[in-house]
């Protein structure tokens, strides 16, 4: 299943705009934020899909019940661009756990490129329920090749991939090779140029949030 936040008429739309305006973009603290309040928006939807029990619980008056989530997912994120993404979910869902992974695009001679995975730090996955975010989903091969590589792993019962914005080549990408997994974005862009960025997508979202690369 594809759930595409901006299909409806959602305050989420302002910090979207935001974050793609090229005058309000000169300010990171404010980027950063508006990328952590769509994470906590994103999070909340997905929060709807999972499992929830009764639990009854002691106020200073008496006692009520309230469904509460059986589990808590783990975290996962693509160093750098998508920290303050990740912060969002970690917010609401934060008991939860962290998995960092350290991948970036290598640009071979020929002027296409290959993914590197240089580092994975994670708890153990196995039968639990993970959420692997990204602010840019463009080609889809760095998220496809991290979950491939965790996949390889451990025993993942659940597979939640979310972005900012996704260029619909990468939602196919994702789609054609993790069949299973459910995606979460806020918007869809149709186009990418031939350095594979969204348009009219945002920009580098990693220099943007922490500055440009030496």
Same mark, same amino acid.
């Given at each position: 299943m594809i759930f595409v936040l901006n299909k409806t008429n959602t305050v989420a739309n302002s910090f979207l705009a935001e974050m793609r305006d090229v005058n309000v973009q000169q300010d990171k603290q404010r980027f950063r934020r508006n990328q952590e309040k769509l994470g906590e928006i994103l999070a909340y939807e997905i929060s709807k899909t999972f499992k929830f029990n009764p639990e009854e619980i002691q106020t200073p008056l008496g006692t009520c019940t309230l469904q509460l /989530? %059986?589990?808590s997912p783990v975290l996962g994120t693509i160093l750098r661009a998508g920290l303050p993404f990740h912060q969002g979910f970690l917010? &609401?869902?934060?008991?939860?756990e962290s998995a960092f992974i350290t991948a970036y695009r290598k640009v071979r001679r020929t002027g296409d490129f290959v993914i590197r995975i240089d580092h994975i730090a994670t708890p153990n996955l196995d039968g639990k329920t #993970? *959420? #692997?975010?990204?602010? !840019?989903l463009a080609t889809g091969q760095s998220l496809v090749d991290v979950c491939k590589e965790l996949m390889a792993t451990y025993k993942i019962a659940s597979l939640h991939i979310a972005a900012v914005i996704a260029s619909t080549e990468g939602i196919q990408h994702v789609r054609a090779n993790l069949p299973k997994a459910k995606i979460w974005v806020c918007a869809v862009d149709e186009e !990418?140029?031939?350095?594979? &960025? *969204? %348009? /009219?997508g945002l920009g580098d979202a990693g220099d943007l949030a922490y500055g440009e690369k030496a």
């Open positions: /989530p %059986v589990e917010n &609401y869902f934060d008991q939860s #993970l *959420i #692997l975010c990204d602010t !840019m !990418m140029t031939s350095k594979s &960025y *969204i %348009v /009219p």
